[in-house]
Every structure is written in C-alpha cells, then in structure tokens.
Nanobody
C-alpha cells in the first residue's frame, strides 16, 4: 500500500517563503514521478508542480512558475516544494501524490494515492 505524508505548511506573510516536504512509502520511490496539487477554499484541486523519476523533467503551473521549485531526494524518499515570494492566492491545502506515468499528468483524476495534505496560509 502506497502512503504519502505531507509536512511543512504554516502561516506566513506575503512575500515570505516556505518549504513543503512529502515522503512516500510502499513503492519504489525512485521509479515514480512526484506531483504537488493544491486546493483553495471553495475551489477545485489544481496542479502545482511535478518532477519526473529521473529528475530531468519539471513542470510548473503558470501561476507558480518562477516562484516555486520542486526537487526530490531519492535517498530519503522525499520530494520538496520550495515556495518563495508567496502571495495570498497561494493559500490552500497542498497535497503530493505519486505516478508511474511519464511524463506525470496534470489531471488529478489520474492519481490514486493522496495524503492528508498540509495547510499553507499566506497573510497580507
């Protein structure tokens, strides 16, 4: 059974930074692509960023391009989302998920395993 656990959320002022982490177990981590989604209050869950199993491909939503950076450490079974210059519109619950598809899809319907998410709140 694949299990993902997100952490690192919190309250931050606009313009600040946070780094989210996600660990995955129950799978061969290095063979899977990793993807971050987010869901704001009253909105559908949306794609944020993904990284391929080989590190060679990264994909970002236009709204976070240039501000967020996705990376992974296969030795730690962990994927990170460095979020800089945060805006109030980034307030959401952030989720990570895994996929064996290459390149990783942007559609949430193609993902099966989800964690509980981590709350990010940006004030100002």
């Amino acid at each position: 059974q694949v299990r993902v656990v997100e952490s690192g959320g919190g309250l931050v002022q606009a313009g600040g930074s946070l780094r989210l982490s996600c660990t995955a177990s129950g799978t061969t981590f290095s063979s899977y692509s990793l993807t971050w989604f987010r869901q704001a209050p009253g909105k559908e869950r949306e794609f944020v960023a993904s990284i391929s199993w080989s590190h060679s491909s990264r994909d970002y939503a236009g709204s976070v391009q240039g501000r967020f950076t996705i990376s992974r450490d296969n030795a730690k079974n962990t994927v990170y989302l460095q979020m800089d210059n945060l805006e109030s519109e980034d307030t959401a619950i952030y989720y990570c998920t895994v996929s064996s598809l290459h390149p990783p899809p942007r559609a949430q319907e193609q993902y099966r395993y989800w964690g509980q998410g981590t709350q990010v709140t940006v004030q100002g």
